[in-house]
């Protein structure tokens, strides 16, 4: 069973940054795509950013350049880090493991239990 805890979430002003860590139980990473998504309220879920089935970061249009995906295979930790941010990045936010390497919701096998950013303007 994979397990994914996200932490690092918190409140921000508009331009501030925040760095999410989530921690994966072993061998997640050895077996799966890693990534990230975000749910407004009142919308659906998204992908922000993951990597693909040969390693490489990918990005939504809307935050490409301001948010890196990293991780740490020894650590078993995945890491978003969000520069200036804005409030229309305020969401709550969700590690994804994704075997398909797809990126749709609907292919995600496991999911963290999220972690709050709220961004003031």
């Known amino acids: 069973q994979v397990q994914l805890v996200e932490s690092g979430g918190g409140s921000v002003q508009a331009g501030g940054s925040l760095r999410l860590s989530c921690a994966a139980s072993?061998?997640?990473?050895?077996?799966?795509?890693m990534g990230w998504f975000r749910q407004a309220s009142g919308k659906e879920r998204e992908v922000v950013a993951f990597?693909?089935?040969?390693?490489?970061?990918m990005y939504a249009g809307s935050v490409k350049g301001r948010f890196t995906i990293s991780k740490d295979n020894a650590k078993n930790t995945l890491y978003l880090q969000m520069n200036s941010l804005q409030p229309e990045d305020t969401a709550m936010y969700y590690c994804?493991?994704?075997?398909?390497?797809?990126?749709?919701?609907?292919?995600?096998?496991?999911w963290g239990q999220g972690t709050q950013v709220t961004v003031s303007s």
């Open positions: 990597f693909d089935d040969v390693g490489m970061a």
């Open positions: 072993r061998y997640t990473f050895s077996t799966y795509c």
């Open positions: 994804a493991a994704d075997r398909l390497c797809t990126w749709y919701v609907s292919s995600v096998n496991y």
